[in-house]
């Protein structure tokens, strides 16, 4: 896996960076969005706890890059099917940080293929995770989270636009959390939580790399013409989690390259 180090961000007018003195959750933060994620908000000063499915050695090597960059950061081995082990991450996250003030909900998965081939399994597993979890970890963080607090939650373009076929079920699955997104806008909106998904659109990652087979015809759909770096994803969130953010909320922020124009 090939990790994009965000640059570190200049201080504020009060020397601090931006996010200093926050704590944030970042679920599926071992690669490719999620991690760019994770050590931008680091770089940003928050303190930073992701969760992983089973690559210990890539969660650790994430660690690594924050904790040798001077942040601080930790792992939590989690699967987003395990509707308690996505509890228990987050009060884990809570416990160790002191504080929760930034939740991303960045872990997914995809099963593409022909709509009358999915078989229910797979339905399960994708809303399972790209679904269930992302409810229940923002349900489990908005206890923990105050004045001021983010939700963030990956979507994908593909819940503006499906512009091939055998997407029907990951679309679904993404089209949710902007359902998700508005409401909990309206909900934790008193509270001062802000609450936003945001699109990707074709990012070079190890899931779906720019030198992939599809990846010609996929920087095409873009107005750009090319793949997205996650690292541009991971700019858009350290935004929404910062002061930039304070008044966008129940948003569909697009980092698509123009694949929904």
Same mark, same amino acid.
């Given at each position: 896996?090939?990790?994009?180090?965000?640059?570190?961000?200049?201080?504020?007018?009060? %020397?601090?960076? $931006?996010?200093?003195?926050?704590?944030?959750?970042?679920?599926?933060?071992? @690669?490719?969005?999620? &991690?760019?994620?994770?050590?931008?908000?680091?770089?940003?000063?928050?303190?930073?706890?992701?969760?992983?499915?089973?690559?210990?050695?890539?969660? /650790?090597?994430?660690?690594?890059?924050?904790? =040798?960059?001077?942040?601080?950061?930790?792992?939590?081995?989690?699967?987003?099917?395990?509707?308690?082990?996505?509890?228990?991450?987050?009060?884990?996250?809570?416990?160790?940080? %002191?504080?929760?003030?930034?939740?991303?909900?960045? /872990?997914?998965?995809?099963?593409?293929?022909?709509?009358?081939?999915? &078989?229910?399994?797979?339905?399960? @597993?994708?809303?399972?995770?790209?679904?269930?979890?992302?409810?229940?970890?923002?349900?489990?963080?908005?206890?923990?989270?105050? =004045?001021?607090?983010?939700?963030?939650?990956?979507?994908?373009?593909?819940?503006e636009r499906v512009a091939f076929p055998g997407g029907s079920l990951y679309a679904t699955s993404k089209a949710a959390l902007v359902g998700l997104t508005k409401a909990l806008a309206r909900e934790l909106g008193p509270r001062g939580i802000t609450v936003n998904v945001v699109h990707p659109g074709p990012v070079d990652t190890?899931?779906?790399?720019?030198?992939?087979?599809?990846?010609?015809?996929?920087?095409?759909?873009?107005?750009?013409? @090319?793949?997205?770096? $996650?690292? =541009?994803?991971?700019?858009?969130?350290?935004?929404?989690?910062?002061?930039?953010?304070?008044?966008?909320?129940?948003?569909?922020?697009?980092?698509?390259? %123009?694949?929904? &124009?």
């Amino acid at each position: 896996m090939t990790m994009t180090t965000a640059t570190t961000p200049a201080p504020t007018a009060s %020397g601090t960076r $931006p996010l200093t003195g926050k704590a944030a959750l970042v679920t599926g933060g071992s @690669r490719g969005i999620g &991690a760019a994620i994770a050590v931008r908000l680091a770089a940003d000063g928050a303190m930073v706890a992701l969760t992983y499915r089973n690559r210990d050695d890539l969660a /650790a090597q994430v660690v690594k890059e924050i904790t =040798e960059a001077g942040g601080r950061a930790w792992a939590i081995r989690a699967d987003g099917v395990d509707p308690e082990a996505v509890r228990a991450s987050v009060a884990a996250a809570a416990d160790r940080m %002191g504080r929760l003030d930034i939740l991303v909900n960045n /872990a997914g998965t995809g099963i593409m293929g022909p709509f009358e081939g999915i &078989a229910l399994d797979d339905v399960d @597993r994708v809303l399972a995770t790209n679904v269930r979890a992302p409810f229940l970890t923002a349900q489990a963080a908005a206890v923990h989270l105050g =004045e001021g607090g983010r939700i963030i939650s990956i979507g994908s373009c593909m819940a503006e636009r499906v512009a091939f076929p055998g997407g029907s079920l990951y679309a679904t699955s993404k089209a949710a959390l902007v359902g998700l997104t508005k409401a909990l806008a309206r909900e934790l909106g008193p509270r001062g939580i802000t609450v936003n998904v945001v699109h990707p659109g074709p990012v070079d990652t190890d899931m779906n790399p720019a030198d992939g087979e599809s990846a010609a015809f996929q920087a095409q759909l873009t107005s750009l013409g @090319r793949y997205g770096q $996650p690292a =541009e994803v991971a700019a858009t969130v350290a935004h929404l989690a910062g002061d930039g953010g304070r008044y966008i909320t129940g948003a569909a922020l697009a980092v698509d390259g %123009g694949y929904a &124009a």
